[in-house]
């Protein structure tokens, strides 16, 4: 038996049976993190079912090495523009050369099509750049 804060709802614990709960929405699992798994999955699984599958199907990520971010600006915005759902990420890195690393994610095909345009668009402008896997 437990006190626990007037209108919270418990959290169903299959490892030892010693529940969690949530209130408004915040959630509070006892033990180690072994048995707090099983009841966050509960909790994602019945209070938010509309978080499934959020992650992006895809992601590439290109290492562009003479050329700053500031250069890559007109390709940055064609391509957000062209491809409105994509994600595009930039981070340019401290160095004696310029460094920047530039990464879409989203959809498969649009992340496909959308880097090989700007792998394209880089060549033409002599720009170097590798891939990493992911």
């Not at 978080?51 to 003479?66: F, K």
């Not at 930039?90 to 690393?101: F, H, I, Q, V």
Request: charged fraction near 25%; proline fraction near 9%.
């Amino acid at each position: 038996m437990a006190e626990l804060p007037e209108g919270s709802r418990i959290i169903p614990n299959p490892i030892n049976r010693v529940p969690g709960f949530s209130f408004e929405d915040h959630h509070f699992m006892p033990g180690f993190p072994e048995m707090s798994w099983p009841m966050l999955q509960w909790v994602l699984n019945t209070l938010y079912p509309d978080l499934r599958n959020l992650a992006p199907e895809a992601e590439q990520t290109i290492v562009i090495t003479n050329s700053r971010e500031s250069d890559l600006l007109d390709i940055m915005n064609t391509t957000l523009y062209r491809y409105p759902d994509i994600k595009l990420s930039s981070l340019p890195r401290l160095g004696d050369k310029p460094c920047l690393e530039l990464s879409l994610r989203g959809k498969e095909n649009d992340v496909k099509d959308a880097m090989a345009e700007i792998k394209s668009d880089l060549l033409q402008l002599k720009i170097t750049f590798s891939e990493i896997k992911i």
